[in-house]
């Protein structure tokens, strides 16, 4: 086999290409707050986010297909097949939080969904809706309409987008709602193969692409507690930095409350003990 090129940097991931048709996606512990990344990083934060996405990949396959091949021995490094990926983000909400409890503020309504009066801040909403947005290069993806999705990939995969996205929210949510982790709002990214089937490809459900609330303190009316940089964010809003590059170094304990707080999301809605998944990755395949 020729060797591994690398061919991008996101924020978190490095992505090789292996051959014509495999790429491999390599989840650093790099992480990132209010768009920059942090110069500390996080122990097992790669490993938790590949983990977890195998494992949703391999429950929800039935659903609709995805791109991973194989999880490598390290436990960060997931062998994928090489989709032409659509461009938008597929964001599904069931809480109101974030971005959307913002549009809802200002207009009553999110991505060109008109929602019921009178909601609070982390309400569950009647039904789970499908916001689209941009993918930005640089900065936040930017909510827009589903005429807007449309004029980008075609109005009937968009239908089709929609409708699986909204699946995989609605069975992935009652799974962890059963570990005690609430899913407000997901982001999902889809490819098309080579036969122009949609395929669910990037990572799935995971801390960095998913709002997770515990479920036993769970209250609507404020922002809740979360499972993902909540030590980071509630850190770095103490040091007066201005959220410009570079950000400010992580202390041991934000660190360690961090990783602990990502390896518990694994845990919990694995059922596996994350040491078991540094030993064998190949675990959390069933």
């Excluded at 500390?40 to 996405?53: A, M, N």
């Excluded at 409708?163 to 709602?177: C, D, G, N, S």
């Excluded at 609430?182 to 982001?187: F, N, P, Q, R, S």
Aim: overall charge negative; some cysteine.
């Amino acid at each position: 086999m020729s060797e591994a090129v690398h061919v991008g940097s996101g924020k978190v991931r490095e992505l090789y290409a292996l051959d014509d048709d495999r790429l491999l996606l390599v989840a650093s512990d790099r992480i990132s707050t209010f768009d920059v990344v942090l110069p500390t990083e996080i122990p097992d934060k790669g490993r938790v986010l590949t983990g977890l996405s195998g494992f949703w990949f391999t429950l929800l396959k039935a659903i609709v297909p995805n791109h991973m091949l194989a999880i490598r021995a390290d436990g960060r490094s997931m062998e994928c097949r090489k989709l032409n990926m659509l461009p938008i983000e597929c964001v599904v909400r069931g809480y109101l939080a974030g971005s959307g409890w913002k549009d809802y503020k200002a207009t009553g309504a999110t991505s060109g969904h008109a929602l019921p009066e009178g909601l609070s801040e982390s309400d569950r909403l009647p039904a789970p809706i499908f916001t689209p947005a941009t993918k930005a290069q640089t900065g936040h993806d930017e909510n827009i309409s589903r005429d807007q999705a449309a004029d980008l990939v075609g109005h009937a995969r968009l239908r089709e987008v929609e409708e699986v996205a909204i699946e995989l929210y609605r069975v992935a949510a009652e799974h962890a709602w059963g570990a005690g982790i609430i899913i407000a709002d997901t982001k999902f990214e889809f490819g098309v193969d080579e036969h122009g089937r949609l395929v669910l490809g990037d990572e799935a459900l995971t801390p960095d692409s998913s709002r997770f609330w515990p479920g036993e303190s769970y209250a609507p009316g404020r922002a809740q507690d979360s499972f993902d940089k909540q030590f980071v964010r509630d850190f770095c809003e103490t040091t007066g930095w201005d959220k410009t590059y570079p950000g400010p170094e992580l202390p041991a304990e934000v660190v360690q409350g961090t990783r602990a707080k990502y390896v518990e999301a694994f845990e919990r809605l694995t059922t596996i003990p994350f040491d078991a998944y540094l030993e064998s990755p190949s675990v959390v395949l069933g």
